[in-house]
């Protein structure tokens, strides 16, 4: 019985996060994510409460499981861009429904800002100890990192796989990824480091 | 009279691009939109015609000012994400209704992918000419160079102008858009420039 609902529950927030990120939190609708879950739309409400707090679980899981996968290091910058970079890849829709949640819910939530108060510290710290260039702000460097670990994914629109569904070939797949944790190397390796400028992004 | 129509397509416009931007394009109401114009709804079906056709006007509209205001200069990257900034910073709606549009409406117009490619083409003789570090193929220099541009107001949600619709104070605003040149010039500038990796952004 309770295995029963842990499935169903599961059931429903895979269809939620699909619901969402096609059409958004106002244009996403109740019985499609019922319909689509096989379960009663009674259930939606009896397990998150409201269309809003159904998102807001979507949300909480897929930025868990983010995390999880792609811890932050503020050693390593250009690897964790690219570690950002395959999460992306991995899970095509991500990006839209971060997107619709900046659209429609702006502003950050306690725990973004949090998050992002925390990691700004640690490249504060970093900068600090000498292991991250300190000519930019920690907030520039975290906001540029992630930037360039989401290039493809919020700039390319029609070039991208979010864009026209279509996956990369995997060459030029490894391209992109190349090219995202080079740059982020430069903008971040110490003055005098070696690595700067050379193409040793394949380590990371 | 025919200022009167010019006029009032031009009340129309302004109030359609408050309009998408804040709701999107399934979102929005013509009737809001008409209500805020001063105008007849039914001047947006003679003019515009229906709302994915307004939508399209406005969009052309904004894109036209933007490569306007911000030419594309692959001799200078760094000062082109520059210029980039400084528009997204002068008209605080536009990321927004860029956005909506990569959500709503995926995959480039025969506009935008033909400008992509003359980019892309004009980076590639910039490489040639040892003009642009020729490491990265030109669309990720073209793609990376539009996302540093564009970080503060994709990426940073909740702390960012368009997050909080709270504008930054001088000096934070010229800390980051100097930061953001930096890291253009740092991955686009040929080796041995002498320039890579100093802070010469001011004169950019």
Redesign the interface.
């Known amino acids: 019985m309770a295995r029963d609902s842990s499935a169903t529950k599961a059931r429903l927030l895979d269809a939620a996060f699909a619901e969402f990120a096609a ?2 939190i ?2 996403a609708r109740v019985d499609r994510i019922a319909e689509a879950a096989g379960a009663n739309k009674r259930l939606i409400y009896v397990y998150f409460g409201n269309k809003d707090q159904l998102f807001d679980a979507v949300m909480e899981r897929a930025l868990a499981l983010g995390v999880e996968a792609v811890p932050f290091e503020a050693e390593n910058l250009p690897g964790y861009a690219g570690r950002i970079f395959d999460h992306l890849v991995a899970h095509p829709d991500l990006m ?1 429904l971060i ?2 949640k ?2 429609e819910r ?4 306690d725990a ?2 949090q998050s ?1 108060r925390a990691k700004t510290q640690a490249v504060a710290v970093a900068q600090r100890d000498g292991r991250i ?1 300190p ?3 920690p ?2 460097v975290l ?2 990192t ?3 670990a ?3 994914f ?6 991208s796989p ?4 279509t996956p990369w070939p995997p060459q030029q797949l490894a ?2 990824r190349a ?2 944790v ?2 982020v190397r ?2 971040t390796a110490p ?1 005098g480091d070696s690595a ?2 050379r ?1 040793a992004s394949s380590q990371a």
Do not use: F, N
Not at 154 to 159: R, S
Not at 162 to 165: C, E, R
């Open positions: 059409y958004g106002a244009g839209r997107t619709w900046h659209l702006p502003g950050a939530t973004e800002a992002y260039d000519e930019y702000d907030a520039d906001i540029l992630l930037a360039l989401q290039a493809w919020t700039i390319a629109g029609g070039m979010t864009g026209t569904g391209r992109h090219a995202v080079d740059a430069r903008i003055r700067v400028g193409s």
